[in-house]
Every structure is written in C-alpha cells, then in structure tokens.
C-alpha cells in the first residue's frame, strides 16, 4: 500500500471510531438524562393539572377539581402540587382522608398559612383534636396572625369545650379592623354556639344576633347571608334551645338561637320587625329567587291568610326563569307541599335543564302519587342520571306500585352501583333511611365506614339506625367505636358514658359485656381488665364530672353527670348538678326529662317530677330510661 492509501485507511479507522465513541456518548447521556427528562415532564403536567383544580375548587366545581387532582396525582404523586391539590379537594369537601395527604405534603415541602387554614378546618370538623392544636398553634405563632386563624381557634375551643378561650379568640376577630364582614359573621355564628340553653336569652346569642343585624345592613354577600340568618330565625318561632340528652349525631355543633317572633311589627334581634327584614331581601342588590322567596314566606307568617296569593306571585316571577331561578321555586313549592303547582308551573322540557331540576320534579310526581310517570321517565333515560340516584328513585317506584321484586332488584342495583364510594353509599343510606327501608341504609352506611372510618357521616347515619331500633346495646356498640376513632371528643365521651351508664348492671349489658368493654378515653383505660359495676360507676361519675367542669353550660354533660350520681345513691347530689342552671322543658329530650324527673322524684319533689314525666312521650325513651320513671307514669294513670 502506498503513503496515501494508509493515511487514508487510518483517517477512515478514525472517523468510525471516533462516530462509535459519539454513539457511545449519546446511549450513555440518554440513559442517565432520559428518566430525569420525562419525570421533568410528568412533574410540569402534574403542576398544570393541579392548576386547573385549583382553579375548579374556587369556583366550587367539585366534579372538575376531583379529576383534574386525581389527574395531577396520578402522574407524579412525589410532585407538591399534586398532592396539595388532593388535600385541598379533600378537605374542602370534608373527606378525612385530606389529613393523611397533609402530612404527606409537609414532608415535602412547607406548608402555607393557607395549607394550614385547610388542615386545621378538616381535622376540626373530623374530630382530630391533637392535629387540629398543632395547625391552629401553627398559624397563631406564625407572623400577623389574622382573623382567619383566631377563627379556627374559636372552633377548636368550642369543640373542646372551653368557652372563655373561645371567646377570647373571637373577641381578637370582632376587635381586628382588616376582618372581612363574612368572617365577622362567622365569628357571631360561632359566638351563638356558646349561648346557653335557658329560657332567657343569654348575653352572648344577644350579642351575636346584635351583630348579624349590624352585617345585614350592608349591600355585600356577608350582608344577605345575615338577612337570610334573621329571617330564618323569625320563620322558626322557636326559643333558643341546646339542652338535647344526646349529641353524638352531631357531636361538634351546637344549634343555632332563635327568637319566637311577636308578629308582624315585632321586632327581631331588638331592632328589625319582619316587615323590615321582608323589604331588605326584597332590596338587596345580590338577592335571587331564594333570597325572593324567603321574603314571600315573611310576608305569610305575618299574614296567613295571603298564603294563595304569594304562592301565584312567587310563581309568576320565577316561571320564566333559568335553570337556577326554577330549581329554587321547585324546591319552595315543594317545602309547602303544592306539589300539584310545581308540576303546571315547570313543565317537563323545563325540568330537564338540569339534573337538581329533574330530581324536584320527580320528586313533586311521587308527592302526587304519580309513580308511573316516574318509572317511565326513569326507564325512558330522557335525563341520564348516576345509576345510584336512577336505582334508588326506580326502587321506591316499583315498592309504591306493588313491585316486590323489582323494587329488591333496584336496591340491590343501587348497591352494586354505590360500593367503594362513601359519598354514593351515604347518598343511598340517606334516601334508604328516609323511606324506610332499614337494612339498605344499614348496609349503606357499614360500607361507607368500612371505606372511610374517620367519615362522620357515615357513623352518624350508624348511630341513628342504632337509635331507631330502640336497643341501647346496639346504641352503645356504635359510640364505643366511634370513640376509638375520636377518643377526645367531649360529645362522643358523653354519649359513650351515658349509655353504658343506663346498660350498668341491665341484662342487656351483661350479654354483651364480655363481648366488648367500652371505652371513655382519657378516664377510662382501654387496657383495663373487665370492672366490677362499682368501679365502673365511679368512673363514668369521674368523667361525667370532667366533662362538665370543661363545659358547664351543657345539659347532656349535666345530665350525664345527674344519673351517674343517681345509681351511686347519691339524690342530693344529683339534684345539685342542675344549680345555677335553668332546665327548659323545651331545650330537653325525652331522655334529658326523664333522668331530671326521676332526680326530682329520689329527692321527694314528686309533684313537679309528674309534671316533667307528663311532658314526656314515653314512647321516644329507652327501655332503661322508661325504668327511671315507670313508678311515675303508673301513678299518673
């Protein structure tokens, strides 16, 4: 070979090396850059998608925030967004599962003060107390503490029982001059849920409703809202009353305070007569057909015989309007039971505007009796519905024309369609419950706290299936687990102890006992070997006393505390625990009167104890809690 054919062959041998070796280089670079690349990718994706559900729950678009969250988790869980998107859905739909996403995301990055607003209000309403102080701690120790802040912490006081802190921290909101009117009327909603539950009106509920009348004067959101609160409380010509025996349903809220109204030219909140309250909704600039329509049902409670007259006003303003304007005059007509006028007034291409609509209509035919047309309309898909809704609706259809069968096959259908979702499984449970068909809404409800345990919901619609079979076994057994799940929760605590206080030494306590030992939380270890009645005795009388010395203005705790202190023999101290207190007879259950009656009765007040005992519907009480005034009822007779 010649000098040149060489030179070339090794400039060629060169080049091939030096292409392998670029080959190389790439393969190497895009195996270690390629993974970080698409996960760089999937993370902008995620962000977008978290964007957009954010964006959805501002505009309270749950369905589009819960799959574009779902969305932005999918493609990259490790991302923030992703998972502050989930925990936001979560918690502003009031899903206990938003907590456990939480502190997935304060491992991964810090959490705003509008993280920890979301985390502290969805462990409140949970009744996760220990997750709840540390949020709240959070953002009262965090620089410029705002209103929002002391809000939450006047919840989580109220929740737990202290009042002055409660108070304290409201009191930080009414004196803060950048509070929004919205979070001043939170603060006086909240302030009514510390009132007492006498005969007179407390301070605090004057003081609050004093507020909301000063809100309501404004033009703003926060303003109709309290016109809306004034006038609701006029409507309900109810006294203020928060002496239930039992709160467990509810075991963090207290009932709102009313009034009775003095009729039309009385006045409401000491200064607005409901001709006033009538004209404000009517005049106010953000008023719509429910803000409308309330003030038509102001003017019949102070006139009812105009009844006929509003009802074709109401009408005749509405009729013509949109999807929102009809569901509203629906819903009205329905409430009022003319449901023959719901039907001429919407007619059926009307009610397929929307999906809420479709469902007042329907429920209008059933008020007529009109079960056929139901079933066809059902059948016929002229409005898809959720196979949940369609099922239960065609379920109740089929029971009320004598279908058997094909009412059973449409529960079941409802059934299959709702598992694994605890929103479906309460939907079904609720409408199951509400028409009476007990097992349905039993399963329901076993599901969905099977699927979700921390979901209130769900042990609340438990807890009054357990009520409605009357069997305080069966009562207990649900607030001993719902104390295992929220074991420092003061109504749940009262509620738990109550009732194994009435199962004591009853036959039906001793057939289950060494089944289950109930637990009661900070006074009661759940360790504990089985105890002997008398230890028991004076535990629960222990933990009623703790539970009034937190909070005692509360009549079930004091009621709890009464028969605690009345199976220990002790009538004069039982007796004493309602001093410094009034007992309306209207703030009271049957259950609350019967335990006041029978401490009246030991204590030789036998007359005023029949009295209280007339009140009662024998009926509505426990087996137990009938024992505690069976001599009374017989004398009466």
């Not at 737990?160 to 001059?177: C, E, H, I, P, R």
């Not at 199951?432 to 706290?449: H, L, P, R, T, W």
């Amino acid at each position: 070979m010649t000098a040149e054919e060489i030179r070339l062959k090794r400039s060629k041998r060169r080049r091939v090396i030096i292409i392998a070796i670029a080959i190389v280089v790439v393969l190497v670079t895009g195996f270690f850059t390629a993974r970080p690349a698409l996960n760089a990718v999937k993370a902008w994706q995620a962000r977008r998608h978290a964007a957009k559900a954010f964006a959805y729950i501002d505009n309270a678009n749950w369905l589009g925030a819960r799959k574009e969250a779902s969305a932005a988790y999918q493609l990259r869980p490790t991302e923030p967004q992703s998972v502050r998107a989930i925990a936001r859905f979560l918690s502003r739909t009031r899903q206990p599962d938003a907590l456990e996403f939480w502190q997935q995301l304060e491992k991964l990055t810090p959490l705003t003060r509008e993280d920890r607003q979301d985390e502290a209000a969805i462990a409140i309403v949970s009744g996760e107390t220990s997750r709840a102080e540390i949020a709240v701690q959070a953002l009262l120790e965090s620089k410029g503490a705002d209103p929002a802040g002391w809000l939450l912490a006047a919840q989580l006081a109220i929740q737990k029982g202290a009042a002055d802190d409660a108070m304290s921290a409201l009191g930080k909101v009414f004196n803060d001059t950048n509070a929004t009117e919205q979070q001043q009327l939170q603060a006086a909603l909240l302030e009514l849920a510390l009132a007492s539950g006498s005969e007179a009106i407390d301070a605090r509920a004057t003081d609050a409703w004093s507020r909301i009348e000063k809100i309501s004067r404004g033009k703003s959101a926060a303003a109709l809202d309290a016109l809306v609160l004034l006038a609701r409380r006029a409507l309900s010509g109810q006294k203020s009353a928060s002496g239930s025996a039992s709160s467990s349903e509810e075991p963090t809220a207290r009932r709102e305070a009313s009034l009775q109204p003095g009729g039309a030219y009385a006045p409401v909140g000491g200064q607005m007569s409901v001709v006033d309250l009538q004209h404000a909704l009517e005049a106010h600039p953000l008023a719509k057909a429910p803000q409308k329509l309330i003030a038509l049902d102001l003017v019949e409670h102070a006139d009812a015989s105009r009844r006929d007259e509003l009802i074709a006003q109401g009408i005749a303003q509405l009729k013509n309007g949109d999807a929102n304007d009809l569901f509203a005059l629906a819903t009205w007509l329905n409430s009022k039971k003319e449901f023959e006028k719901t039907v001429e007034a919407i007619p059926l291409e009307k009610a397929l505007l929307g999906r809420e609509l479709f469902l007042q209509y329907l429920d209008a035919l059933g008020g007529l009796e009109r079960w056929g047309e139901i079933k066809q309309l059902l059948e016929g898909d002229r409005y898809p519905l959720d196979p949940v809704v369609q099922g239960m609706y065609l379920a109740r259809c089929s029971a009320q024309l004598g279908e058997k069968a094909a009412a059973e096959n449409n529960w079941q259908r409802a059934r299959e369609a709702a598992a694994g979702d605890p929103g479906k499984l309460i939907t079904l449970g609720d409408y199951a419950e509400k028409n009476g068909i007990v097992d349905v809404a039993q399963s329901a409800f076993d599901n969905a706290a099977i699927q979700s345990p921390k979901l209130r919901l769900a042990q609340q619609g438990r807890l009054r299936l357990a009520q409605r079979s009357g069997d305080t076994g069966k009562i207990h057994a649900v607030l001993a687990d719902m104390l295992k799940i929220w074991p420092k929760d003061d109504a749940v605590q009262n509620d738990e102890g109550y009732t194994r206080l009435l199962l004591l030494g009853s036959s039906s306590e001793r057939g289950t006992r060494s089944d289950q030992q109930g637990e009661s939380s900070e006074l009661l270890a759940p360790s504990s070997d089985l105890q002997t009645p008398s230890s028991e005795l004076q535990a629960l009388s222990a933990l009623a006393e703790k539970l009034v010395e937190r909070n005692p203005r509360s009549l079930p705790h004091r009621t709890f505390l009464a028969l605690a202190r009345l199976k220990q023999n002790r009538a004069a101290d039982a007796l004493s625990v309602y001093e410094n207190i009034a007992v309306a007879r209207a703030a009271l259950t049957p259950s609350a009167l019967a335990v006041h009656a029978a401490v009246l009765a030991t204590n030789g007040k036998t007359a005023e104890a029949k009295s209280e005992v007339e009140q009662i519907k024998i009926d509505n009480l426990l087996p137990e809690e009938r024992a505690l005034v069976e001599q009374l009822t017989k004398t009466n007779h």
